[in-house]
């Protein structure tokens, strides 16, 4: 397993292709720290002996201990360390891990490739078990790129203007393929290690061409990332872990991609599409009921604690709100749980979340995603949004009337009053709020996805038997 | 194992003391058919080889087979077990099971008559084993009559007008003790064999005379019950299975009844009152989990049928209060599998469900039952409640316009049509649809009793910890 | 104007054409008392002095004082005095006061038939003024006939597989036509003295023998009521003024009926039929915003009843619940003021209410139906589905037990506990309550239908050449 | 009248008295012109012929022209206007049109003046018409400042630690008050003329020196505005008005602020604070019913915009979501019509608006303010939180790659998507989208708080009656 220093040390070495506001920066960029701090942790944690139970497995391929991100599932018992573990990671860099994203992409194609291989006769799961191995002795970090541009919203790949709007073949070689097209809200990208490209929906035989998954360095040639950054507000002097934590998405262009055989995974196979890149979508969703609860986790402690200094912590609407947070969190974690203990195991021996489990906690958490920052916004009142910038605690001007007038509860002194504002303005009121709001409701598929995923995964039919059986009604 | 024949054998023989409307009637009154018809599909799907798995257990006493509902659970299955029997049962009857009431207070009690025994040295648990066994071999229905009726909600029991108003122990004897007052919201207990007595609240020490619990015969000297029977409305000739199961519950009169001393499992230790009345209500409420998403499956399967014989079946709109449905079910369903697989071994061997699970999962089902009325009348659309009564569609002058103009979707006759149409307007516009809903919202502690149960249970401490660490506050 | 003693005259001298479940019945059946009850009160109000500005009006055709509830509102005044007049009425007979219908549909019909006659020089509006001035003189009471049953939902009238499936012209005579089909859910039509019968939607030239509105009674020859009534739980001894009120939905046949010339407001105008629709609609929907108010007026007001008699009254859930709830009413009555204030004068000199105004309004207040009922459940607990019937507060050996456990706040005796309790569950659990959540879900018009006028109604463009605007895009 | 240039000429003349992050800035500082912006439009359009009916009135004082902002409400008519006024003006300038603030308060002090001295036989009337003249000829800027710092929530003024955590009189001259304290959360306060100071609550006898109302110069010796600026993201190129558009926030610090008696409008009459804060309330709530619409109106036009460039704009869910848009904003708006058209006359001439259906209507906004972003996100997709900066869409390595993948619907323009979306990505992802749903939830109030008026208002009283009537319950 890597140390987070050689995590670095590699990212730094990659070939620069990083655009950040019309310049190319790179890897080593102050701006892009927050996002890499958040992977490093990942690597910290693995290394604490007292997270090691959490934070590693055991390889099934080598036997040898691995970080748990780079793990392929084994067991039920895999989905409830791994959901735990994401939970516990999300709590600790207050917000998104993003590592999840490769390993899930990863656990989506051992299932794939093989029921592919069982039955069109390829060999894409050597391959594939080939770059697992790789992928785990080497400790990476991945990028999952899923989502296409899309383009015209109404049309299917091979009917757009322009064939590029949805990744693709362009040429087969000998060796190997060449792509060309782009993937959208890549978080992680820039200081990944690796891209795995999978297939954003189902496919038919006219799509064929569409139909394509492989694994390529984050820094291959012919590879453009455009990024936005989103990081907490940065602190002048009031320290804060929260604030040392960010993230960034990328556009990735890939303009004339070569990939080596050894690293496609699906190339034509357009009957296989849906299901890879539901098989994603449920890994992900499976996923999210670890870090969602994980962000409630936040905002509920966050909510507590301003009842408290605000001196309210007994009223029953304040009771109210924290019940309403915990049964969101614990809803959406339950039902991760049941999606965990009722999984089902594969052909190639991965165990897979049980698909409705999954989708109906991410759909939870998906709705309450707002609910959850109104319900903050509520206990905290207007301060957050008014809280002067740090500069005028430190003027001599000033600070002495900030400190008398933000005092409130007895015995909470001024710059605790204080970390407490400014935090939460930092979690209510900054761009950073905005993308956690955006991301809660779309990130792995919004809730409309997941009622489409629901309804079409349910035995409906079975329900409606049931209703005829009680109305008395034979056919 | 008894069969529901000997189930109703012994209960025709019971003293009269039922009361209905102004008269006493006898326990096998026509109109509590409904309600023993229930109890009866446990005996009888106990004794099916299909479902004996599900509806049976192995006694952790005697190592006989027993009906599932007698069992006290020694593991997590035992509760995954429980609630998957208590979904089946209730879709085959369309709603409320019933016998769980007694199983969930004996399970309670199972834990705290030894805690209490370990604790204050009394010798509770041997008295209640023994019972058990006797429960157990004779494949008992019992009711649990918890709710007291409460008197003036501000007051605690020793604070009352009356003291009677919770009832309480008036006289202890050499061979037992004489209680008095009443219990309310006794469902299943005017078809009861046994009722089993706790106490409703928290206790304080002058409270001692009414920290009590025990169990008697239903039709014990001194007991009377005054009820109100919930049946579906009759049909005249459109038999439907769901038309056959009902409820009827009691207010149940302690008048002076003597319980002899090894039927008593708690007399004055109010210490423990508060842990016996919340741990029923964990039991029961881990019930829920397996209820409610059975009724939900109801109402989802006739929405879905109705959309179907609307021919609307495909309507976004549709789909979407499918979705939601499936996504309260789920959600509770899911939850309650948590709160089984995250249970905790108690000091008597007995599993306890996990507390914050179990109240999630019954809080999201209450506050979700008037939103399944809704979407079902909303799919339904006005026909349910103005739909002629049956006898329209017998008489000749009336019949043919009712079945020319109840035509809808080609190919569906208008018998089915009728017969949809009838089930939902007793689903949704009838006394018993109300008893439903508000069943469903009280029924085992209301939202309000949850979320203060959730928020108590809780550690949010820990929470504001996590919200401290990420703000930098330091103490 | 009429008193209800002649209103009943007349009513009882009808010729026999109801059916109720299986039997013929004369319009002075008992069962029928409830409903013709509540149209009394019109009658009855309207004589009284303090009650006289509200209930009347004066004709702008005969410049007579005649029955708010047959007068064309000449101003937005008039609309302003409707709403408050159906506010006033509901809450006196304890929900819908049913005479709005007539008068809705007829107000539609005086500009529609204007407009007609204007584009089309047709002569309808004449017709309909000798028309209106016959209702007008004799104080009629109106059913509105609207609501085709409909068939296949997904086929225009003319494409069904039977064509009276939609009602339409059959045959077209010197001295009139004849019309055959059935309209369903035709509250108050048993105890009407005319039906006004109007298209349900919009027609395309296909579907031009299905436009067509006219005005019969109600026992004309050919028609065939078929109905359901829908009364308050009966009371023993009990007496309650709620337990006097009650209704009755028709479904009325029409087979083969003749109507005179002079009785036909549209006859083939197929591009008019959707305006009358809409236009009855938003007359309809306007008097929602009277009447639902009135029905929350109810629920709130015993919500904080039963909080008073459990001593609860001042607890914050309670108080929350009872803003809640008035926030629903005068939202709803609030944009219905605004749908008169903003009213628009017709050709024919009629006023209509703002469309989006009275469709936002009734919209909220549908949504809002099913909450309502839930949020007096949670305040009054689980006594309205398990208190026992009346009979039992009469005997004597239940009676004593009954008054003892029924006490709650002191000072409150227990025959007004009794009396409270017992309403609630008649509000609550009751065939009646199942009606007035489905009636208050689709009556007028489901939310469904009010979101798509809504939508089609407003100047959605002009939002968005806004949102253009501020964000510079130019085309 | 002024211009927007005299308003701007006398604002940089003022004393420097305004800090922000740390320095003493001018009020001529960039950073503060968006603000500025904002007021100068409505001189703009005050200006403009083509809104001169809706952006002036004329003084009941001098019958001269005057802003309408500084006008007080002579009629029913006149509330409406300034409804009407404030959410046109808010649709130009993007959000909140600030200069409402100052007009509310001088409505609220016009009648409680006159009640003080009616009652009282203080002078305050005439003191405070005489400021009205002074400000309705000078065509001022007006800072309401009421909301306290408050200190230990659960402490009344007199009993805080620090005397001064409520702004309070600390000396009476004999030509003036001297005032100690801070008030919070005062938008426009930085580019304001004046500040008028209100109380913020309730005041019992001994909170005395607390109750006190004054106006005075907003650069006034003693006076120190420590702000916060929201301003919308900083545009590169890529124009838009939006853009244009600002606020700031002031913690207004009053250290020995002398006030001449001719400004101060209540000094010790500790009665009317209670009346006082409640009535600015109640005005600035029904402001709301303006601005809040007009912010609705944004988020809606920009939803159907960019469902229409996705190419989804007749997908129902897209119609849905419009149509809940439009309900929320029409019913807060028609609620604010029935708030005017129900208003009161007080005994000073001046119109109150009636206070129910003001609450409602702000309640209604309130709780909705954080679903309206939600229904924003969820039609505009991921790509607001994800799109790349400006600099991006001008580099030439990058500017080709982002206008081929960010083509949609065809026919429109890679700018007009790029505007489209950036415009997006502002609203929902940027400091300024947090400052709007705190200020959505808190301003003028927060829900809970329009849920105690509704409640403390309303004649709960007259509901109970109505269900003991219906009940038969008689007393």
Chains 1, 2, 3, 4 share one sequence.
């Not at 006219?206 to 984050?218: E, R």
């Amino acid at each position: 397993m890597r140390t987070a220093e050689e995590y670095m040390e590699k990212l730094f070495k990659m070939r620069k292709n990083v655009y950040y506001n019309g310049e190319l920066i790179g890897r080593d960029d102050p701006r892009l720290r927050p996002g890499i701090n958040v992977i490093c942790e990942t690597f910290n944690y693995a290394a604490d002996p007292q997270y090691e139970e959490l934070l590693t497995a055991t390889s099934h391929l080598t036997g040898k201990k691995i970080n748990r991100f780079t793990h392929i599932h084994q067991s039920p018992e895999d989905l409830l360390k791994k959901q735990e573990m994401t939970r516990f990671m999300c709590q600790r860099v207050g917000g998104c891990v993003q590592r999840c994203m490769g390993i899930d992409a990863l656990n989506a194609l051992s299932v794939v490739t093989k029921d592919m291989d069982d039955a069109l006769g390829t060999n894409y799961h050597e391959r594939f078990l080939n770059y697992l191995k790789y992928y785990q002795e080497n400790d990476l970090v991945g990028n999952c790129a899923q989502t296409d541009v899309k383009g015209d919203r109404s049309l299917r790949p091979h009917q757009q203007a322009d064939p590029d709007l949805y990744l693709r073949v362009v040429e087969k070689r000998k060796d190997g393929i060449v792509v060309s097209g782009a993937k959208a809200h890549n978080t992680i990208a820039p200081y990944a290690d690796e891209i795995i490209v999978l297939p954003t929906r189902m496919m038919t035989e006219k799509d064929k061409d569409w139909a394509v998954a492989f694994a390529v360095p984050a820094d291959a040639e012919g590879i453009t990332q455009i990024i936005r950054i989103s990081n907490p507000r940065p602190r002048q002097k009031l320290d804060a872990p929260y604030a040392n934590y960010g993230s960034a998405d990328s556009l990735t262009v890939f303009d004339r991609v070569f990939v080596p055989w050894e690293r496609v995974f699906m190339c034509g196979e357009w009957q296989y599409a849906g299901q890879l890149a539901l098989l994603f979508a449920t890994y992900h969703r499976h996923s999210y009921t670890g870090c969602k609860p994980a962000v409630t986790d936040i905002i509920m402690g966050t909510a507590a604690l301003v009842a408290e200094y605000n001196g309210v912590e007994k009223a029953s609407h304040v009771r109210d709100a924290l019940a309403e947070l915990i049964a969101v969190a614990e809803l959406v974690y339950g039902a991760g749980i049941a999606a965990g203990v009722k999984a089902k195991r594969a052909a190639s021996g991965t165990y897979i979340p049980e698909v409705v489990y999954a989708n109906v906690a991410r759909y939870h958490a998906g709705v309450n995603v707002y609910r959850e920052f109104e319900l903050l916004a509520e206990l905290a009142g207007g301060l957050p949004a008014t809280l002067p910038p740090e500069g005028d605690f430190y003027n001599e001007a000033t600070k002495g009337y900030l400190e008398k007038y933000i005092m409130r509860k007895a015995g909470i002194s001024a710059e605790n009053q204080h970390r407490c504002f400014r935090f939460i303005s930092d979690l209510l009121v900054s761009a950073q709020a905005g993308v956690k709001q955006v991301a809660g409701v779309h990130g792995g598929g919004s809730p409309i996805m997941e009622k489409i995923t629901i309804y079409g995964q349910y035995n409906i039919e079975e329900k409606k038997k049931l209703a005829k059986y009680l109305a008395g009604i034979k056919e």
